[in-house]
Structure formats: structure tokens, C-alpha cells
């Protein structure tokens, strides 16, 4: 089983609210990671959680809050977004971070959420 | 900087090979990784090779890695409709608790029957 939930997979918000989304694995990997993609793009890195710690923030405005509950799960909170943070959110995890051989560092992707701002 | 570099379209004929490829950046990769993507989904890992190997085949899918030009492809054989989607290769770039994957800009396969 090789597979990473995300909910939901549609998400209309308007600017003042505030909605979250969520994702779930249970491939035992420890390390969970929220990529952001808009149209004809590649996906860009938002977060990185390394055993349920935040190693990585890439400079993501602060209306965006991750949050990694346990090791199975990671949310991303949204709050007073602007309209052109609609996109598609993916949610990744793998098994490791560091170096090794086989299928640690292999990254395995959910199938993303789609967030329109209004 | 961290570009990594794929050609934009590609158009081939039901059973001929694609050849994607992709220039990267960081001569310390330790794993590069083809992905799939199709229209209003998400991204479907295919294949990955380590950095010390220069070919992996896996079933209709061949990657070829060279490190000293940072050139990385994927053969797609005997093409099918679909296969048509937007194909991303990508980088473990960094190092230990700073790695993260570098995506390329994704070149669209277009399979036309």
C-alpha cells in the first residue's frame, strides 16, 4: 500500500475563512511534506515535517499553518487567503530523509486538493 | 540555482518510443525520480534510479543518467494513449535533514492514435 488520503479534494473558501486540509498515511513514513502547484507549473515545496517536527519552511506566508498531529498525519490550516493562493495542494510522505539505498527516499504523493479562493 | 530543465511538448504516434528529457542541477543528488501527472490528479511516482547507476529498465519505461552532463532520460516504449500526461523528473537535492525534491518544469506528452 503505497497510498497517501487527502481530503478534501475540492475546497471553495472565501478570504476570511478559515478551513483546513488534511492528509493521511500509514506507510509508517516519517517524514510528511505539503507542496503547492498552480496551472502548467511543477509543484513547489511549502513544508517539510521530519518526525512530526517542521524541518523546512519555505518562506510560506503565515495565513498558511501546518500542523502534524502524529506521525500519520499532517494538516494545513487556512486562514484569510487571498485569491490567488487557489491551487492545487499536494501532500507527500516517505519513509525517510537521509541517504539510503532502496526506496527511503522515494516520495510518494496523494492525489492533491483543489482550493479556489473567492 | 535550483532549475531543473525539461522541454515543454512533445508529440509522438501510438507504438513509437518518447524520449523525455531533463537537466538538473546538483551533482550531489543522490536520487532523481519520473513522475506522472495526469490532467486533474496528482503525481504518480514511475521510476527512480540512484545516483551511482547510469540505466534502470522497468518494463516499458528505461532511464539513462548521465552525472557528468547532469543529463537524466526517460524512454517510454511502445507508446499508448494512455501515456499521454504531463511528466515531471525531479532531484532529491540538499542533504541529510535538508533534502527536498527539486521539480523539473514538466514536459507534456501528447499520443496521438
Known amino acids: 500500500d503505497t497510498e497517501v488520503t487527502q481530503t478534501p479534494k475540492h475546497l471553495v473558501m472565501g478570504m476570511t475563512n478559515k478551513k483546513s486540509l488534511k492528509c493521511e498515511q500509514h506507510?509508517?513514513?516519517?517524514?510528511m511534506y505539503w507542496y503547492k502547484q498552480k496551472a502548467k507549473k511543477p509543484p513547489e515545496l511549502m513544508f517539510v515535517y521530519s518526525y512530526e517536527k517542521l524541518s523546512i519552511n519555505e518562506s510560506v506566508p503565515s495565513r498558511f499553518s501546518p500542523e502534524c498531529p502524529n506521525s500519520s498525519l499532517l494538516n494545513l490550516h487556512l486562514h484569510a487567503l487571498q485569491p490567488e493562493d487557489s491551487a492545487l495542494y499536494l501532500c507527500?510522505?516517505?519513509?525517510?530523509?537521509?541517504?539510503?539505498f532502496g526506496t527511503g527516499n522515494t516520495i510518494y504523493f496523494g492525489e492533491g486538493s483543489w482550493l479556489t479562493v473567492v | 540555482g535550483e532549475d531543473v530543465e525539461q522541454s515543454l511538448f512533445l508529440s509522438v504516434r501510438e507504438g513509437d518510443s518518447s524520449v523525455i528529457n531533463c537537466t538538473y542541477t546538483d551533482s550531489s543528488s543522490t536520487y532523481l525520480y519520473w513522475y506522472k501527472q495526469e490532467p486533474g490528479a496528482g503525481l504518480q511516482l514511475l521510476t527512480y534510479?540512484?545516483?551511482?547507476?547510469d540505466m534502470k529498465q522497468d518494463q516499458r519505461l528505461t532511464v539513462l543518467l548521465n552525472k557528468k552532463d547532469k543529463h537524466l532520460s526517460l524512454r517510454i516504449a511502445d507508446t499508448q494513449t494512455g501515456d499521454s500526461a504531463i511528466y515531471f523528473c525531479a532531484e532529491l537535492s540538499g542533504g541529510g535533514a535538508t533534502n527536498k525534491l527539486i521539480f523539473g518544469t514538466g514536459t507534456l506528452l501528447a499520443v496521438q492514435p
Open positions: 506507510m509508517g513514513h516519517r517524514a
Open positions: 507527500a510522505s516517505s519513509q525517510g530523509r537521509g541517504p539510503t
Open positions: 534510479i540512484f545516483s551511482n547507476m
